[in-house]
């Protein structure tokens, strides 16, 4: 028990190919001890930078996927009955404050109100962590840093981060990569050659082009990744497109046909 | 305890009609170890084709329907008190990434959404399973594939995969069988001759085609095979499809007046 | 303990006036394995009926009247406390599969959609009940059936069957009886001479027939009984129906004054 | 513990005046074996009707004022610990049921509806209280007796009983009494002599017939006995009827102006 | 243990300066065993008027403040473990009935349902306490008397007395004291000299006057007695007003800046 | 356990620039033993103020940042097994009563209407906390101060505090500071010249006069001085300003580029 949960230990950096200076900001607001909010549609690598992050720093990472049941004794512990016996169990934040790593709150928005309240006391210049229910109080070391992101561009009528929570953080914008960019992360990651790569990124690039039709989210570099993989494991292209990045962005008929002509008109019929 | 709950080891292959090609796809995402979205209608075969794949790929296979109050502990696994003494039990989820199966989520959007977070880890490719209450994060190995299913076509008002989840799988669409293949399923399982497994499929057809009538979803294969199954028991045509094919589909007056004006049209009267 | 709850043995056959092939439907549906949905108004006689019916069958009756809160523990079963003990406790619906017996879940579009949902893999052809709680999988024995039911007169704005759990059965659909039939019922449960019960169905008839007044629901053939049971207990037919048939149905000063003027027509005055 | 809670042996008659044939149908409807459901404003009686009844028959009188919060377990019962010792506990319900009593459920439709569906199988003809916790089925006694009550002139919004209960009871409809009944109860419980008490139930009737001002219910005869005891102890007539009859009916200055202007009207100023 | 909660024993008067024959009516009514219901705007002296009561019938006295989250056992008591014991504690309400005192729910508007159901069978000429769970029925002494209090001018939308709770109270309508009243216990309260306590009264009347404003509620006489506290502790009169009456009556810039030129009208500039 | 949690003694004074007469104030309503409201927008320097006067008056402080899930138990405190023991833990509220200092509720607004409910009986001339769950009654010593704060700008639509609650404070409304003071503080804490905090001040005021643009609230304090750090440590200006005072406001495009061109204006581009 009390055995890594999410902290992974920079062992060997994971891939990340960098679009602008997200590094360079990254780095530098840890070391000016400041929270960083990575704003950033599904699938477009926010989860694959702050790991690439911590391991660059050397840092360990504590991800936390939050949601609307994730309560602030999740992120700082709470005792466990084990044997008879009462023991407290460090929640990710916690271990994060003590092992001086870096916490990541994916989808920080989804979280409940008395999850990010919890963050406050990190957030300014105390940088300390209460655990009430045990009486004590973590003064964070030099190398913790805090990291949320949320996705922007997804509507939450009544999910949003509160200004008073918000204005604790510095923030990154994240958008898909450039064609270039994004055409060596599907080459590397979907075991594919370059012009089919560049292909299915220049396919991407006018699906996220449609407009006027029922599309909550663009296709993600994550989908591309997928179809990369299908077509070189031997499916036909249409069929992988279509499985890959038509039917997993609607349910409409009308957008599944019009997202099916894009994919022709770029591979032929 | 921790028996098998709704494993099945592929001792026999379960009877399934292919349509297309979604044994390939399904085949072809399980090689690539990429999690599958099944969309479709109630009863059209989505929990059939899951059981024959498992059975032809050699994994067992862990169902679970899905609903309001289904909490994340139910998927991985809780404590439970026995005798005095503390033991954990693996959940569903679990149990299929510890044993290397098919673990499906049916209609998955009727779940909570803290329940579709604990899935976000397994479908990027990490492929892990962190258990947070007892410090373990097992790595799913390469034979563990994830399956959701859930009804496009029956409107969930504030239930809908979010775009975070739902652009992490490859999708497969389903739809009722064509003619050729329900009449086989309807001949095999009802029990009937071809000539009236061949009626009976005209029927649903004519019945699906129907407009402007209160009817929140068409016949199912499924209530085709109840009916051959009263009538291969010797139950009346008429009454047998009043009872399996009209009855079901709605409450309204005028609305089964005319499902059994369509009935008499197929079988005289 | 886990004493017969719910549960009668056909000892004898309650009292039971078939209205069409109601008996005939139901008893080939079990034969067939098939799960029976009854649709129909309040005090119509479905529970008699299924009562009837598993008398008939030689089947033990495990009767659950389906509200708000009723779980799916409910249902199927939890672990209980006693003397400093863990005892599993059977619900009614694992009773009646390990007993090969009826379970009759009444108003079940009143249960919470959790509920319903453990329904579905004992209503597709696997007929299998999983307890997760024990990690017992019960096959269910051939004398099993499951019996739902509900009044579709009486709306629900937030309570309807999905179609996906509504296509799992076959379905009766139940009105009040004929009046021959109904006026058998009142003589013998009411304990009145043939033609004072033939008076009452007749003013019942006139009360159904009743609109634009503000009635949620016609008179049931159980209030033809209570007044029936009013008169041979000596009191005036004409406060007996005021009491039985009128009060009972509206608390509108306007509706109650319309239907006794019915009453007063029917009895003069 | 399990010492009388709310029942009440008829040691002597509790002081009741009838206004009609209540006292029959009531007593009637005993005799049938069948549950009551009485309906009128707040004050008017109904509590002391049902006290009365119960002495007269000689019957034990379980009340429960039901609310929000009311579950099934507070009326059927609950496992209690007491000394580290598990006990059953039985609820008022439960109690009348063993003991052949009257259970009186004052402003039933403030319960939740788990609450009322318990009551079912106790008001059909099984008359049966199944306690599924312990495994009993308790048959009830010919004593027994159930008594439902509600106000129907206050509107509940989201609160009515569903036609499948309304329709298990017969129904007495209480309103204020007569003028003489109601000025020999003011007179009896308040301590004043005729003329005053004659005076104090012709105010009543005045307020009562006000119509245009925002008043969610009319003066009851609980409040003109209030207002007789304040009088019969000295205190002056007109600070009597503001403080008992004026400012409990409302707080809207307009209202309570018109209020007074009857009062002065009444008994000169 | 069970020590005095918010009992107090009337070793001293409280100051109280009546305003009309509201002593006199609370005397009557406690004579009479009527329960009392007290209405006015915040700050008015509701809470001091009861302990001034309380004090002068040398009685003890049990103040509940009412909220969301008051339940029923928060009024009754409940069993609460203690070295491995359980122990059945009184709540206040239990304890002014034991001890023959004065229970005062102040807001009780606030409280949820359940809450005031357990008031009513004190309200009716029963006056006793049923303790469901210890089986405990206690019959209230003479002495014993409920109070509650509530805000009429604060609207809450979906809190409200109901008529069946309200119509069991006598009624006492509280408003701002008289000038001359009020500048007393400004004056013996804050410490100041007569004619400041006088210039602070007719400001108040000032602002109590001002219509148009987004004022939610009136300046109260403690804000008053506040404000001559700052003054009397060298403040200058604008400031202390600023910061005592003006700013926290609004957040509303143009309402400030109208509330601080009253100020300055009265006090000069 | 029981160990100083959010309680600082005032080892060392945290740096603080008065705006106006608010320590004053503050320090009047604490010998005059006044509770205190502080009102003013997120990140101005509320909490640092509170934390400067702890300090300055020698009084230990507990803070509370204030959410949705904050209980009374949460301020008061609770019995905690521990060992197989039970013991009682103080809540921050209480250790504030019994060591004589101050109790700061930030963001009291957030709190559940129970919590603050608790709060009644220190805000009036009692000044007392009952702790319920153990029959204590503690007198606050004069060295008690209770501080709430909220942010008036940000609006709630379902939040509020009750004006019972509200009318129990004296008030402090604060604002960003002046220009020369917000100058010296970005200057202190960014580590940067005065020339550039000047700049970033002037920034500030125009970005704060925006309108017309979606801004749920204005540029903080607390980022200007993360913008200062940012530069101090080597980060371009104009990337400084994108990442600390546009990307934390908005993420609206339209916004964002016209949040840039205000910086372009102030730094040249």
């Not at 840890?30 to 926010?46: A, E, F, N, S």
């Amino acid at each position: 028990m009390n055995a890594p949960v999410h902290a992974k230990l920079a062992s060997q950096l994971p891939f990340y190919q960098p679009v602008a200076d997200e590094c360079t900001v990254f780095e530098t607001a840890w070391r000016q001890q400041l929270p960083v909010l990575i704003k950033g549609p599904t699938g477009c690598g926010k989860t694959r930078f702050v790991a690439h992050m911590a391991a660059k720093l050397g840092l360990p990472l504590f991800t936390v996927s939050c949601h609307d049941d994730l309560s602030a004794a999740d992120l700082v512990g709470r005792h466990l009955i084990a044997g008879g016996d009462t023991r407290w169990c460090d929640g990710p934040l916690t271990r994060a404050v003590r092992e001086g790593g870096i916490c990541y709150l994916d989808e920080v928005v989804e979280a409940r109100k008395d999850t990010t309240v919890v963050l406050h006391p990190l957030t300014d210049d105390r940088r300390i962590l209460p655990i009430e229910r045990t009486g004590e109080e973590l003064q964070a070391p030099p190398g913790f840093m805090l990291v949320v992101s949320y996705n922007p561009g997804y509507q939450h009528v009544l999910k949003t981060l509160k200004p008073s929570t918000r204005q604790r953080f510095v923030a990154l914008s994240f958008d898909f990569p450039l064609p270039e960019v994004e055409r060596a992360v599907v080459q590397h990651e979907g075991g594919v050659d370059e012009r089919l790569a560049a292909q299915l990124v220049t396919l991407a690039g006018q699906i996220r082009r449609l407009t006027g039709y029922d599309l909550d989210e663009a296709v993600s570099t994550r989908l591309l990744v997928y179809c990369a993989k299908l077509i070189a494991s031997g499916m036909a292209v249409r069929l992988a497109c279509r499985t890959a990045l038509v039917e997993p962005l609607s349910d409409e008929a009308d957008t599944l046909a019009a997202l099916m002509a894009v994919v022709d008109t770029q591979f032929g019929h």
